[in-house]
């Protein structure tokens, strides 16, 4: 099964290392992969290098893309965490 969704990233200061690390600890609770991409970058979810690569800041589009058994789960779990804020606000 694969999963897109499309999330923009409202919180301040983007995909900082807080928040990255809070997105890569999220998706490595998932069997499926798991690939970000923003404006044209792509990364693997469960990679923390990979994740700050992508110079994620506010008003981005991040698109998500999951594919295996739990990917409908990882994508929502996730979605729910970006448009949350990554709790810090």
Same mark, same amino acid.
């Given at each position: 099964m694969v999963v897109e969704e499309s999330v923009v990233i409202t919180n301040q200061v983007g995909l900082h290392a807080r928040p990255a690390r809070l997105l890569v600890q999220t998706a490595a609770q998932f069997q499926s992969q #798991? &690939?970000?991409t923003c404006k044209e970058k792509t990364a693997n979810a469960k990679?923390?290098?990979g994740v700050l690569r992508l110079g994620a800041v506010k008003g981005d589009t991040l698109q998500l893309r999951a594919e295996g058994d739990d990917a409908?789960?990882? #994508? &929502?779990?996730l979605t729910e965490l970006i448009q949350r804020k990554f709790d810090e606000e």
């Open positions: #798991i &690939q970000l990679s923390m290098i409908q789960n990882a #994508i &929502q779990t």
